[in-house]
């Protein structure tokens, strides 16, 4: 483990070598689990997205899950996903030695100099408001940047082309679990709200007039907020409206 990546106590680290997936690996390994766990694969085979999209991995990336056990209900969980994007910010800036160029797009993605540097995917078990366990899915393009593109999505990039920074998954997983569990003792101890106040410091496009499309609904306004649970709120023609779910485009 490098200097100034030192793994947080109480967490987990399970590196594989190949996988179908690490969210795949994340739900059949969580029954026997009494913790946090890491999981990180050098190859993912079948990786996924959104939407039942496929993530293009290539060697030299990162594919990594972390399974949580939250108490709280799920619409509260779920919320780690800006834990989660604010914890690769806070990894991308610590091992680029740069801030500059980086953004977070709603819902779940890393964006570097306006293109797509990473994602983030959550997946749970359990029945009803009962959480068994929460998955959080991350792809960071640290090396190679994938040919694929999604329709009408942004053209992913790498740390490496647009930084110059080259470093290992591994080492980037040390980085980035120390920051995710930085960035989770506040969420736990002081829950959402200095979590939201962050992730809009550093929100792409807020402000500016972008489309959220939800199957064959589109909404089209100027992006104000997100509220306190979670939710993109967007300036209409209309009025003030609130988006649980959607994709963004810009």
């Not at 029945?127 to 992913?156: D, F, K, M, W, Y």
């Not at 306004?221 to 609130?242: H, I, K, P, W, Y």
Request: glycine share 10%; charged share 20%.
């Amino acid at each position: 483990m490098t200097q100034g990546a030192i793994w947080p106590e109480g967490y987990g680290r399970r590196i594989l070598d190949q996988v179908d997936s690490t969210l795949d690996e994340a739900a059949r390994i969580a029954p026997a689990l009494t913790g946090p766990e890491w999981i990180m694969a050098h190859r993912q085979l079948a990786g996924r997205a959104r939407r039942g999209r496929g993530w293009v991995d290539p060697v030299g990336n990162l594919s990594a899950t972390l399974v949580l056990f939250p108490k709280e209900p799920l619409t509260v969980a779920s919320l780690r996903s800006f834990v989660a994007a604010l914890a690769l910010l806070d990894t991308c800036v610590a091992v680029s030695g740069r801030s500059d160029g980086f953004a977070l797009k709603w819902p779940n993605d890393v964006l570097l100099n306006g293109g797509k540097l990473a994602g983030i995917l959550l997946e749970s078990s359990g029945q009803g408001a009962r959480l068994g366990h929460l998955s959080i899915g991350i792809g960071v393009n640290l090396l190679t940047t994938p040919e694929a593109v999604e329709p009408g999505g942004l053209c992913p990039v790498s740390l490496f082309s647009e930084t110059g920074a080259q470093i290992d998954p591994e080492t980037f997983l040390d980085y980035l679990a120390a920051a995710y569990a930085r960035r989770e003792a506040t969420f736990i101890s002081q829950g959402f709200e200095p979590i939201r106040t962050a992730w809009l410091a550093s929100a792409a496009r807020i402000g500016e007039v972008i489309t959220a499309r939800t199957g064959t609904t589109q909404t089209q306004g100027r992006f104000e907020t997100v509220d306190s649970a979670g939710n993109l709120v967007l300036q209409c023609a209309q009025g003030r409206v609130a988006i649980p779910a959607a994709e963004v485009f810009f």
